[in-house]
């Protein structure tokens, strides 16, 4: 008896040929619905409808056309459980072979301007799903093709293996078939979770669900193996980013790229630079015209910054182009570049330069996996509000100050803790990051200020349980202090600001970041 192929298919890339070769070269017959069936109706191909097989039409405009026990039957019978088989001969059902699947488009669908919701519920695909579990869980006896791109694949291994197909390979296609349904079950939840939000501002479910963009080289260390997947059902963030030159990115790239973007983001009105090494800002500075700002960033820590993360929250000229030439990156970023700026760059053709238009645009909860599970929070992107600041010393801040002030302030946000920073004319002065205490943070940064901590500023993540970090700054010539306030000392540190004549700031809000 001729093997029994069953097609039904909304991608029909590839479809006609290689339903051409099952039935030229290995006999299958075709059993089709929809427009599958017609499309090859039109090739010449023979095949049979769904519906004159199932002697059921379809019915509900096409909603149901495959759920039937004479399909399913075909797919779920066991070849070596006689009960099976004898159940399919007194139902006259014919054993499928092979099951070729792919769905409605639901996440083009709903990646449309101004979709609605039940246009959107039109495209959620039920018996395309059916018919992919059902064929993966029987892989042991068939074949389930869920992509088009299996398609060749399946044919080498007919010819092959004379006209047969592995089990192991009939697993590793229930596996991509189970992962597929899994990644469009994924795509409509979240759709429906954007349409409906929760009153839980996090679900008592999460689901993570991603499609391989590309392998990568390696990940943080050449024996780790890493992958760059996309979430969502639209192209976004660092996979709709156009790379005009430059190497493959690695995994530690797309880490510091991210750890850019945020930084880079804070900064909307002013045109600003920052330059990144380890998620770390080694330098970040505002100016009147981007190559200012990108040189104060620079000079902020010239030898940090050789092989550093550039984000600029401009698009590149000719002139900041030049000055990105001058030293060794590994990545910049921007909103844009002009042809003149890239003609320049050219001369770098190593240098990865990446345009991405939504810096802006990010995620909003971070994942981190642990064992056995993974944290999910939402995304650090409160909107700083000066005005709910409190000043508690006796000298107030002017309204320089104060700019300066959420300078660093925002910088230090985008810092690992414990965080302090220094900063001058909107420019970092000295960095501290990721210090076990925050003393040991606070003589890190005033050291890398040196000389220029006089009359400088500096912003601290998390309060001072002493007054110890205080006078340390006061010597070193600070005049002014942002931090959140709340510990059970902040008098101490109140009293010595006051003493020594420093400005403090009390945000109310701490920014760690681990």
């Not at 392998?215 to 963030?237: D, K």
């Not at 690695?250 to 998620?279: G, M, P, Q, W």
């Not at 921007?334 to 890239?342: L, N, T, V």
């Not at 645009?361 to 992107?381: C, R």
Request: glycine fraction near 8%.
């Amino acid at each position: 008896m001729a093997r029994f192929a069953l097609l039904s298919v909304s991608n029909k890339t590839g479809l006609i040929d290689f339903a051409r070769s099952l039935v030229e070269e290995f006999n299958f017959d075709l059993i089709s619905s929809g427009g599958t069936a017609q499309a090859l109706k039109d090739a010449g191909l023979p095949v049979t409808k769904v519906a004159d097989y199932t002697g059921s039409p379809e019915i509900l405009g096409g909603r149901v056309k495959t759920l039937h026990p004479r399909i399913h039957g075909g797919i779920l019978a066991r070849r070596d459980v006689p009960q099976d088989m004898t159940d399919l001969a007194n139902n006259q059902i014919r054993p499928i072979d092979l099951v070729v699947v792919n769905l409605y488009p639901f996440a083009q669908t709903i990646g449309k301007v101004g979709v609605t919701l039940p246009e959107a519920v039109e495209q959620i695909d039920i018996g395309g799903p059916a018919l992919l579990r059902a064929a993966a869980k029987n892989f042991a006896h068939l074949t389930v093709l869920c992509d088009p791109a299996q398609y060749q694949e399946y044919l080498q291994e007919l010819h092959q293996n004379g006209g047969e197909i592995s089990v192991e390979f009939r697993q590793k296609c229930a596996l991509r078939g189970f992962l597929h349904t899994s990644h469009y079950d994924q795509a409509i939840a979240s759709y429906l979770m954007q349409q409906s939000p929760l009153e839980s501002p996090l679900p008592q479910e999460y689901t993570l669900s991603g499609k391989q963009v590309q392998s990568l080289r390696y990940g943080e260390n050449p024996h780790q193996s890493a992958a760059w997947y996309q979430t969502g059902t639209t192209t976004t963030g660092w996979a709709a980013a156009t790379k005009l030159q430059g190497k493959e990115l690695s995994y530690n790239n797309l880490v510091d790229l991210e750890a850019a973007r945020r930084i880079i983001s804070e900064f909307t009105s002013r045109t600003a630079a920052a330059i990144l090494k380890h998620t770390n800002p080694c330098g970040a500075a505002l100016g009147s015209s981007l190559k200012e700002a990108y040189e104060k960033a620079f000079n902020a820590d010239p030898v940090s910054a050789f092989g550093g993360i550039v984000a600029l929250n401009r698009p590149i000229d000719a002139a900041t182009a030049t000055e990105l030439t001058k030293t060794f990156l590994e990545c910049v970023v921007a909103p844009g570049c002009e042809a003149e700026a890239q003609e320049i760059l050219a001369a770098k053709s190593k240098v990865r330069v990446l345009i991405l238009p939504e810096l802006n645009s990010g995620p909003k909860e971070t994942v981190k996996a642990i064992a056995g599970g993974f944290l999910v929070q939402a995304a650090d992107d409160v909107v700083t509000d000066t005005s709910l600041w409190q000043v508690v010393t006796d000298r107030k801040p002017n309204h320089e100050e104060l700019e300066e002030l959420l300078f660093a302030w925002k910088v230090c946000k985008h810092v690992k803790s414990n965080a302090i920073i220094v900063t001058g004319d909107r420019t970092t002065l000295g960095v501290g990051a990721g210090q076990m205490n925050r003393v040991g943070s606070v003589k890190i940064a005033l050291e890398q200020a040196g000389e220029k901590a006089k009359g400088a500023f500096l912003a601290s993540d998390g309060f001072f349980p002493f007054d110890d970090s205080v006078k340390t700054s006061a010597a070193a010539g600070i005049t002014a202090i942002v931090q959140p306030g709340g510990s059970l000392r902040d008098q101490d540190s109140i009293k010595a600001a006051n003493e020594l004549g420093l400005v403090m700031v009390f945000t109310g809000v701490r920014h760690f970041l681990h």
